[in-house]
């Protein structure tokens, strides 16, 4: 894999041009080294005149605490933020994992008093945290621990959030809308795809309307993040495939993303070499810890890049889907990537070279200055080829999606958040047709 250039380099102009200045560019060059690690970083200052000004850029990541053998100090992190008797939120699955009941061990040890809260399903839905919060309000409990997926992770976020706003879970729609801060919050994510224990989003079933609302704002960032890989080793197959490629969907549209920036580029890209690099690998030798440890650190900066740079039409069209059908939400992204790629790809010359860079994250031939139509091409293809790997299906009717839903899943999209980032507009009818050949 080799990777060079600067992550700005081939970003649309915003003026600047023609004025030489001198800049650190982190050129990411692995060689020679064995996938999926950070070898050969070097950085050189550069001396573009080409090189666009960044725009002005703010950054927010939780505490991080990260590798493996980790999950004792989610005990530590707790006591720091306060905790006495932490509410912690988890689900049937990764009960039955085995999880859940070692961290309460580790919690007990530090002298806390935890609650278990798991009465939640995937893709959470607006009464299930209505419970949560119930159960949180007559516990007496305080820091909220979530362990588990994006969909734990999602639930903790909404019960924390009742608690110190009131209302129901749907009045938070859209971005900025929790006027007070909320319980202090420590997660630990059980799968290699959300990001959502880094996340300033919370992702949450409409029951009535059949769809996922995005909340979205500052106060959802956890106060601590606790990334155990230990923990990913128990995912079924199909779960480590839909969150690997999950990963994936966020490095991309965060790159290429309305909001993008030169901190949130260096970790889509990195995000991207990772997942491609290590992916693969984990279904076939699950215990290994090197590919583990590499998909874990995939997700965490893929989640770093797309609560800053926000995401894309990918998500806005999936959240649709996975409201009407509650499937696995990176398997839904898996199969609409590759089509909103190209769409996104075909805009204009400027976008279409956003593609170069994570093309060569890819290990693909891609090169500075060649068609960017070609390096679009060559992800979009890519990124199918890697779905196909691990056993992605090839469209949505597969999934359940029939013709006769696509106008009102394209409606629904129109509204979603993460469609303010896309770096190309689309209409109902683009978004429709988009839809059709993901069909
Ligand atoms: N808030 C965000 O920033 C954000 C970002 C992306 C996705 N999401 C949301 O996250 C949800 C998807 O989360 P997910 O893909 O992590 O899966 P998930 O949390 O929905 O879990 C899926 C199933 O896998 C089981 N499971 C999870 N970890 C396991 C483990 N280590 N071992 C055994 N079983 C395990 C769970 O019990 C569950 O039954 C969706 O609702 C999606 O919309 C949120
Ligand atoms: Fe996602």
Redesign the pocket.
């Known amino acids: 894999m080799v990777l060079t250039g600067s992550a700005g380099s081939v970003t649309p102009d915003h003026g600047h041009r023609g004025t030489v200045r001198r800049e650190t560019v982190l050129v990411l060059d692995g060689g020679t080294g064995t996938p999926g690690t950070d070898e050969g970083y070097t950085v050189r200052a550069a001396h573009s005149p080409r090189e666009p000004r960044p725009r002005l850029s703010k950054f927010h990541a939780p505490e991080i605490v990260f590798g493996p053998d980790s999950l004792p100090e989610t005990a530590h992190a707790a006591l720091r933020l306060g905790a006495r008797r932490p509410f912690v939120v988890?689900?049937?699955?990764?009960?039955?994992?085995g999880?859940p009941a070692e961290l309460l061990r580790h919690l007990r040890a530090a002298g806390l008093r935890p609650q278990l809260w798991n009465e939640i399903?995937?893709?959470?839905k607006d009464h299930e945290i209505q419970a949560g919060f119930e159960r949180y309000e007559s516990s007496g409990c305080d820091v909220v621990i979530g362990v588990?997926?994006?969909?734990?992770?999602?639930a903790a976020?909404g019960v924390a959030l009742l608690a110190a706003n009131g209302g129901t879970i749907l009045d938070y729609e859209g971005i900025d809308r929790i006027a007070n801060p909320i319980p202090p919050l420590v997660m630990v994510?059980?799968?290699?795809?959300?990001?959502?224990?880094?996340?300033?989003?919370?992702?949450?079933?409409d029951t009535t309307r059949l769809t996922?609302i995005t909340i979205m704002g500052r106060a959802?960032v956890p106060d601590v993040s606790v990334v155990d890989p230990r923990?990913?080793?128990?995912?079924?197959d199909w779960?480590n495939a839909?969150?690997g490629l999950?990963a994936l969907t966020?490095g991309i549209e965060a790159f290429v993303s309305l909001a993008h920036g030169p901190l949130t580029d260096t970790h889509a890209l990195h995000a991207v070499a990772l997942v491609h690099a290590n992916l693969p690998t984990t279904m076939i030798r699950r215990h290994d810890d090197g590919p583990r440890t590499a998909m874990a650190q995939a997700a965490l900066e893929a989640?770093l890049a797309?609560?800053n740079a926000i995401?894309g039409a990918t998500?806005a069209m999936?959240?649709q889907v996975?409201g009407m059908l509650d499937l696995?939400?990176?398997l839904i992204n898996g199969v609409l990537l590759p089509h909103v790629i190209r769409f996104n790809g075909s805009a204009s010359d400027a976008d279409a070279a956003r593609f170069v860079p994570i093309a060569q994250a890819m290990g693909l031939p891609a090169r500075p200055g060649m068609p960017g139509d070609e390096a679009v091409d060559m992800v979009a293809t890519e990124v199918r080829k890697l779905a196909d790997e691990v056993g992605v299906p090839t469209g949505l009717a597969a999934i359940g999606v029939r013709e006769a839903d696509v106008p009102r899943l394209s409606r629904l999209t129109l509204g979603d958040a993460c469609l303010t980032t896309n770096p190309r507009t689309a209409s109902v009818e683009q978004i429709e047709n988009l839809f059709r050949e993901a069909l």
Do not use: R, Y
Not at 189 to 205: M, Y
């Open positions: 988890t689900d049937p699955g990764v009960t039955e994992a999880w399903t995937p893709n959470p588990g997926g994006g969909s734990v992770i999602d976020k994510p059980s799968t290699s795809g959300t990001g959502a224990d880094v996340s300033q989003f919370c992702i949450i079933t996922k959802l923990l990913l080793v128990t995912m079924p779960l839909a969150t999950d966020h989640g797309f609560t995401l998500h999936s959240h996975g696995p939400h990176g």
